[in-house]
């Protein structure tokens, strides 16, 4: 089981930036999981947007935030990171933090999400 809290949302104006944080916690190895990022803009549905391997040496990213966005992870930590560059209004969203087994298929454990929120 992991638990996942993030952190580090909030407002900010177009061009900006913040460093969203993603805390992990349970009883097992988090070196041992693939992290993503995914956010939901209000009334949209949730999307991908970035995606780091368990090892830390592969990242992917959604075509809307390459170059703008990157990803990173600190094993020693238990935490994973997004830096988010270049804020435009239409990054808006709650931004939640997911993992899997880096043997699964699909994303099993979520966080509760943290709200960024852009204005123009």
């Known amino acids: 089981q992991v638990q996942l809290v993030e952190s580090g949302g909030g407002l900010v104006q177009a061009g900006g930036s913040l460093r969203l944080s993603c805390a992990a916690s349970g009883r097992t190895t988090f070196s041992s999981y693939d992290m993503a990022w995914f956010r939901q803009p209000p009334g949209e549905e949730r999307d991908f947007v970035a995606r780091?391997?368990?090892?830390?040496?592969?990242?992917y990213y959604a075509d809307s935030v390459k170059g703008r966005f990157t990803i990173s992870r600190d094993n020693a930590k238990n935490t994973v990171y997004l830096q988010v560059n270049s804020l435009k209004p239409e990054d808006t969203a709650i931004y939640y933090c997911?993992?899997?087994?880096?043997?699964?298929?699909?994303?099993?454990?979520w966080g509760q999400g943290t709200q960024v929120t852009v204005s123009s």
């Open positions: 780091i391997r368990w090892s830390g040496d592969s990242t």
């Open positions: 997911a993992a899997k087994y880096k043997l699964s298929t699909e994303y099993q454990y």
